[in-house]
């Protein structure tokens, strides 16, 4: 894991955490060092060196939050920060996140597991977080003012609980959610069995990733929190289509997809070349007589699914979104150009009225050295993606399974294109035509043709008197 930047702010968190009452609870000597990751780039599985064993997951275009053993505790530490995230080659995201990226790392733990959260707060303003999904006790869940106080800026809270059933969960905040979430703040949560469970088989590969949108004008950087439905950027971990990692697999190898969806709509996930099982819903694995085979798994809003099936079809299998609408980037119409607008300027003057006014992703970011480069538009084409045979056509909530006999096992790199066995691929019809003919039967049986007249059919366009 040498991408994985370790950043020391322990000297000037110092009066932070001690400042929190929550903190002081905790007999320790530090704060868990934060770990930063940079990279937007999937990562190899994090393979435990403490605590019980598992196999652990692969996080599509993200990584898992590596944690120290205290006591027999499980603890991390998540940084609510603003964060910028590539989301496809050539368009960046100012967005909120944890740790560096957003969405936030993904926290691994085993059934069973004490498990202690830092959660440090370095946004403008509260924030929380609700483990969803989980058992845990009634001060641990994170709705602000309901189940605790918000974390205000520059706050450390602590979050324990045992995670208590295996499984598939997601975390996101319960504070100003509208604003955080459509931000970008959320996070996968994979709780492991404790040894062979009846219900939940050994996999191969186990893939994990959250269903996301934003609403970015294209030549602009941060999302438009107002919008409830018409998104524009439909994301997987906050990536698009063409900038969505392949899921890469050993030919036969049993692979596990969990899916959760933080998004404002429902997405049927549909996967071509194989049927898969459904084995595990919200409430963790699915009994064996319930699950039968699909090809297309609809997830609602807020659900998460684990989709399994054997890899037995070698080639490059399509994964996407089945609404046509989400495998395409944005498609905005009504553009504000904000290409060469200085940030940086208007900083300074919007300052001068509003003293703590700050631009998006300004504190403890480079960003602003980022804004006074000469930028391209900061978007990714609606339709695109270069295939082996031309342009894929596609965004947003669109990638590929690659299979293939010689990727070796553990081996998550991009195997290229799939080279077709002769004679395995369409092509075109280069004999004569055959001759068309128009059917004489037609209008028989119960709804005979009333006359060999053509009917006209006229269309009344609604008015638009009324105001608007
Ligand atoms: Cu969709």
Request: glycine content about 10%.
């Amino acid at each position: 894991m040498d991408t994985l930047k370790r950043r020391h702010f322990l000297a000037s968190a110092a009066s932070v955490t001690l400042a929190s009452a929550a903190v002081s609870r905790v007999s320790m000597a530090a704060l868990p060092e934060p770990v930063v990751q940079t990279t937007p780039q999937t990562q190899p599985p994090l393979v435990p060196n403490t605590g019980r064993p598992y196999n652990p997951v692969v996080t599509l275009n993200g990584w898992t939050l590596p944690w120290r053993m205290n006591q027999g505790v499980k603890e991390f530490h998540l940084i609510a920060e603003p964060v910028v995230r590539e989301m496809a080659p050539g368009f960046k995201a100012h967005l909120w996140g944890y740790n560096g990226q957003s969405p936030g790392p993904t926290i691994e733990v085993v059934e069973g597991d004490k498990v202690r959260i830092f959660v440090t707060n370095r946004l403008p303003e509260h924030t929380s977080i609700h483990w969803h999904g989980q058992r845990l006790p009634n001060g641990m869940d994170g709705v602000t003012g309901l189940n605790q106080p918000g974390i205000a800026p520059g706050k450390t809270f602590v979050y324990e609980f045992t995670a208590r059933r295996p499984g598939t969960f997601m975390y996101h905040p319960h504070a100003d959610e509208m604003t955080q979430m459509a931000m970008g703040m959320m996070g996968f949560w994979v709780t492991h069995p404790k040894g062979k469970h009846p219900l939940i088989d050994p996999v191969d590969r186990d893939f994990c990733f959250l269903l996301n949108a934003y609403d970015i004008d294209p030549g602009s950087y941060t999302p438009k929190i107002m919008t409830m439905l018409d998104f524009n950027i439909w994301s997987w971990n906050s990536r698009v289509f063409p900038g969505i990692d392949s899921l890469n697999v050993r030919h036969n190898d049993k692979v596990r997809i969990r899916i959760g969806n933080l998004t404002m709509t429902n997405h049927p996930i549909h996967l071509h070349g194989h049927e898969f099982l459904v084995t595990g819903t919200d409430g963790g694995p699915t009994p064996k007589s319930t699950r039968q085979y699909e090809v297309t798994q609809d997830i609602a809003v807020g659900q998460m699914r684990q989709l399994e099936f054997v890899a037995d079809e070698e080639g490059d299998w399509a994964f996407h979104c089945h609404k046509s609408h989400h495998t395409m980037n944005a498609m905005g119409h009504k553009v504000p150009t904000l290409i060469g607008v200085d940030h940086t300027d208007l900083a300074r003057r919007i300052g001068k009225l509003i003293p703590d006014y700050m631009v998006m992703g300004e504190r403890g970011m480079a960003d602003m050295s980022e804004m006074e480069m000469p930028l391209p538009e900061n978007t990714a084409p609606m339709m695109t993606g270069d295939g082996p045979f031309g342009s894929v056509e596609m965004g947003g909530m669109f990638s590929v399974l690659k299979v293939r006999r010689n990727q070796k096992p553990g081996d998550y790199s991009d195997p290229g294109w799939f080279k077709h066995p002769a004679g395995t691929v369409a092509y075109e019809w280069k004999g004569a035509p055959l001759p068309m003919k128009r059917s004489t039967e037609a209008g028989k049986g119960s709804m005979p043709r009333q006359s060999n007249q053509s009917i006209e059919v006229k269309v009344q366009k609604p008015s638009h008197s009324h105001k608007h």
